[in-house]
């Protein structure tokens, strides 16, 4: 199970080096074609055969946060219609937005910026 994990964080990791390597894109943009390819994965329930086949590597990138993002707002459609999908979106991710927003915070009071 290590070794797959190992082995799919590094596929993707490959993966992203070789885009930015042969195309323009910035490290943005390809974050941005990962989340959205957990996403697509998750609709179709792909992801979650790759997390029970690696494990816990398949939660560690950020495909991960596509797939988090989808796969609740999907849970929650089914319970509450519509607005579900707008609510849902938002139950698994809250604790890693709020962190990331709270901690970003705190830095740049800390660390003050070249220009």
Same mark, same amino acid.
């Given at each position: 199970m290590y070794v797959l994990?190992?082995?799919?964080?590094?596929?993707?990791?490959?993966?992203?080096? @070789?885009?930015?390597?042969?195309?323009?894109?910035?490290?943005?943009? &390809? #974050? !941005?074609?990962?989340? +959205? =390819?957990?996403?697509?994965?998750?609709?179709?329930?792909?992801?979650?055969? @790759?997390?029970?086949?690696?494990?816990?590597?398949?939660?560690?990138? &950020? #495909? !991960?946060?596509?797939? +988090? =993002?989808?796969?609740a707002a999907l849970d929650r459609a089914q319970e509450s219609g519509f607005f579900g999908l707008a609510m849902g979106m938002f139950d698994l991710t809250a604790t890693g937005i709020t962190a990331a927003i709270v901690i970003s915070f705190f830095i740049a009071l800390i660390f003050r910026p070249k220009n």
């Amino acid at each position: 199970m290590y070794v797959l994990s190992f082995l799919f964080c590094g596929f993707l990791c490959l993966i992203a080096q @070789i885009i930015i390597d042969n195309t323009k894109l910035s490290a943005g943009h &390809i #974050t !941005s074609i990962f989340v +959205s =390819l957990g996403a697509f994965l998750d609709i179709f329930d792909i992801y979650d055969k @790759i997390v029970s086949c690696v494990g816990g590597g398949a939660l560690v990138p &950020i #495909t !991960s946060f596509g797939h +988090s =993002l989808i796969h609740a707002a999907l849970d929650r459609a089914q319970e509450s219609g519509f607005f579900g999908l707008a609510m849902g979106m938002f139950d698994l991710t809250a604790t890693g937005i709020t962190a990331a927003i709270v901690i970003s915070f705190f830095i740049a009071l800390i660390f003050r910026p070249k220009n």
